[in-house]
Nanobody, 125 residues
Framework: QVQLVESGGGLVQAGGSLRLSCAAD????????MGWFRQAPGKEREFVAL????????LYADSVKGRFTISRDNAKNTVYLQMNSLNPEDTAVYYC??????????????????WGQGTQVTVSS
């Protein structure tokens, strides 16, 4: 079992920035691929970004590419999502997740084994 706790969400004006954090317990954090997803009201949960266990490889949804940056600090068991140039379409609950055993599509929520409780991000126009 892996416990994940997100923080850093809030209300920001369009064009602003936020930095989300996700702290994980357990000794195996450095072996996990970590993802960020988001879910807006009435919509399905969607992939935002992924970082491999080493931190060397990252993947992004087209909608956030060039604006968001995923990173990790394995010494602190923490993964981050730096979000710049936010717009109202980015409003959602953001979740971090652990992908222990990659086998299918990295953008599918079903690929992820553990989830945090989510943190709300609201972007006003």
């Amino acid at each position: 079992q892996v416990q994940l706790v997100e923080s850093g969400g809030g209300l920001v004006q369009a064009g602003g920035s936020l930095r989300l954090s996700c702290a994980a317990d357990g000794r195996s954090f450095s072996t996990y691929n970590m993802g960020w997803f988001r879910q807006a009201p009435g919509k399905e949960r969607e992939f935002v970004a992924l970082i491999r266990w080493s931190g060397r490889n990252t993947l992004y949804a087209d909608s956030v590419k060039g604006r968001f940056t995923i990173s990790r600090d394995n010494a602190k068991n923490t993964v981050y999502l730096q979000m710049n140039s936010l717009n109202p379409e980015d409003t959602a609950v953001y979740y971090c997740a652990v992908r222990q055993y990659p086998s299918g599509s990295y953008y599918s929520p079903a690929e992820y084994d553990y989830w945090g409780q989510g943190t709300q991000v609201t972007v006003s126009s």
